[in-house]
Nanobody
């Protein structure tokens, strides 16, 4: 059974940091491109960060470049999103995604709220 379980969300003050984690199971983790998406109230889901399979190359939305870092731990089947210098506009539900040519899996999401 495929599972993507996000954790680490919560309330954080502007300028603070948060680390999201996504634990994957039920599929060959190292063969999947892993991504973080987010969806704010009233807005469409948007891609935040992506990390490739081989080599671990990364790409980020312009709005988070220099502040967020995506990483993956092959041994633990886990992908992380380190969020630094967060802003109010980072408030959203964050989703983990695993994708390959023939499959596309989503987690249930974790809420991140940036507020003082």
């Amino acid at each position: 059974q495929v599972q993507l379980v996000e954790s680490g969300g919560g309330l954080v003050q502007p300028g603070g940091s948060l680390r999201l984690s996504c634990a994957a199971s039920g599929f060959m983790f190292k063969r999947y491109v892993m991504s973080w998406y987010r969806q704010a109230p009233g807005k469409e889901r948007e891609l935040v960060a992506v990390i490739a399979t081989v080599g671990g190359s990364t790409n980020y939305a312009d709005s988070v470049k220099g502040r967020f870092t995506i990483s993956r731990d092959i041994a633990k089947n886990t992908v992380h999103l380190q969020m630094n210098s967060v802003k109010a506009e980072d408030t959203a539900v964050y989703y983990c995604n695993a994708k390959t040519l023939n499959a596309d899996y989503w987690g249930q999401g974790t809420q991140v709220t940036v507020s003082s």
